[in-house]
């Protein structure tokens, strides 16, 4: 492996690292919030132990997704200096806003939240959780942005040997952005509303606190369902999308060689060694072209075509990514996707109205559905930037020209080692925490007022 490949490696690693505290931070903020709605509208006590049970578990989250963010910015000047000198005009400005704005606005009412329980009127204290909310997914919009420009470049011009920012409302606007969002908002959702169902089902299981548990539990579930909806709207319209403006990837993602018509969907593949053969397969017929193009009988460009069109266009060179990852990539994230829904469908539907699940594998199988769509998040990334490849900047910039002159083979390795070492350390800090918290169960309210205590952290106690 050369620098280029180790730098590849250690931004995949932190980067899938980071994102797993990202969907829950976004999704489980509006779920804190909604809840905390919940008791300002009805003051029943369930409501408020449930926001100070599943507010602790999100300032855990919150805190080390801050802290694993960090070191992405750093990346960039640091072991991909070719990249940040050609993107940095266009690329800084969606990420200074996520700064300046977002991130300000999120981390100042996150902080008036924690500390102004009993020191703010109880509608103001809510509206600080709710802002904190649109702060997280302002976040994701900005930084969506950033990335989008990279799988389609949109308001620049070429400016001694540069891209330049034109507009930044073309940037912000990028028809990428526009259902990326989405896509990844539902997808946040699902995290969200499947940690609590999982938490929920391990309490239940061992029948603690049902009066907190048992509404958290259908909570989470029916939010599982409902975002798993929007994800498959989205993902269909992003499919489109991506049809249109990298049809190298759709290509890949299906494993389609040559050009066809009426395409058929893939379930199973096998190929060759290499990737660029298909053996065996499953599929679906006309569905590939019906995902892609809306239409039964609509053309999708194949794998083969379109490395000759590419190698006329931009040059000589592979512009085929690694198949076999894009390939599987792709169907695990919409396997996992689809099995958080069917398990969240089940524990619905086991505890239906005064019911309760009796079998021992669907409260396994609930308990670790938190898992999934977080697999499904962290594959879908795996696509996303795998899929792009050669291009770091999709038909502008490549990734071999992106990295750092200046970073040796051994720079690299050692970047790459200390920064898995200490995620590592950090994983067992926060599942260390995640796990003592979650066990604890929700607080119990003093029956005299009805309040958290007189400490200003009482609440993450």
């Not at 699902?190 to 049902?210: D, F, I, P, T, Y």
Request: proline share 4%; charged share 15%.
């Amino acid at each position: 492996m050369d620098s280029i490949d180790l730098s590849r490696w250690q931004f995949g690693i932190t980067t899938v690292y980071h994102f797993i505290f990202v969907p829950i931070t976004i999704g489980l903020s509006a779920l804190v919030a909604g809840l905390q709605t919940a008791w300002v509208r009805t003051g029943k006590d369930a409501y408020l132990r449930a926001t100070k049970f599943w507010g602790k578990l999100f300032l855990i989250n919150f805190a080390i997704g801050v802290v694993t963010g960090i070191v992405q910015e750093f990346q960039f000047g640091m072991n991909w200096s070719n990249y940040s000198r050609f993107v940095g005009d266009i690329f800084g400005a969606p990420l200074a806003m996520e700064g300046l704005l977002a991130f300000f606005l999120e981390s100042t009412f996150l902080g008036l939240w924690i500390f102004g329980w009993e020191r703010l009127p109880k509608r103001l204290h809510l509206a600080t959780i709710w802002i904190a909310s649109i702060g997280t997914m302002l976040s994701a919009y900005f930084i969506l942005a950033a990335n989008s420009w990279m799988q389609h470049p949109v308001g620049w011009r070429m400016g001694d040997g540069r891209a330049e920012l034109a507009s930044i409302w073309a940037v912000l606007t990028n028809s990428t952005t526009l259902v990326t969002f989405p896509h990844t908002l539902t997808a946040c959702f699902m995290a969200g509303g499947a940690l609590l169902l999982a938490v929920s089902a391990w309490h239940l299981r061992k029948g603690n606190q049902e009066e907190v548990f048992r509404p958290s539990l259908r909570l989470g579930a029916w939010v599982v369902l409902i975002a798993g909806l929007g994800v498959l709207i989205t993902g269909d319209l992003q499919a489109r999308i991506m049809t249109q403006q990298q049809p190298m990837k759709m290509a890949a993602a299906e494993a389609l060689y040559n050009t066809t018509g009426s395409a058929s969907f893939s379930l199973f593949t096998i190929g060759s060694l290499n990737g660029r053969e298909e053996v065996w397969s499953v599929r679906i017929p006309s569905l590939l072209s019906v995902l892609a193009t809306g239409d039964p009988d609509g053309e999708v460009e194949g794998i083969n075509n379109l490395q000759a069109e590419y190698q006329q266009k931009y040059g000589p060179g592979d512009y085929r990514p690694a198949i076999p990852v894009t390939y599987w990539s792709f169907r695990l994230m919409i396997g996992f996707g689809a099995l958080a829904m069917l398990v969240a469908l089940a524990a619905l539907w086991s505890n239906r109205g005064e019911r309760r699940a009796r079998g021992r594998w669907l409260w396994i199988a609930a308990t670790t559905t938190v898992a999934m769509p977080l697999l499904a998040n962290s594959f879908g990334w795996i696509f996303t930037e795998m899929g792009r490849q050669p291009w770091t900047v999709f038909g502008l910039f490549k990734t071999a020209g992106s990295g750092s002159p200046a970073v040796s083979t051994g720079e690299a390795a050692t970047g790459l080692i200390v920064l898995t070492v200490l995620y590592g350390v950090l994983a067992v800090i926060e599942v260390g925490l995640f796990l003592k918290y979650a066990r604890a169960g929700a607080p119990e309210i003093p029956a005299d007022t009805g309040e958290p205590g007189d400490r200003p952290l009482a609440f993450a106690y």
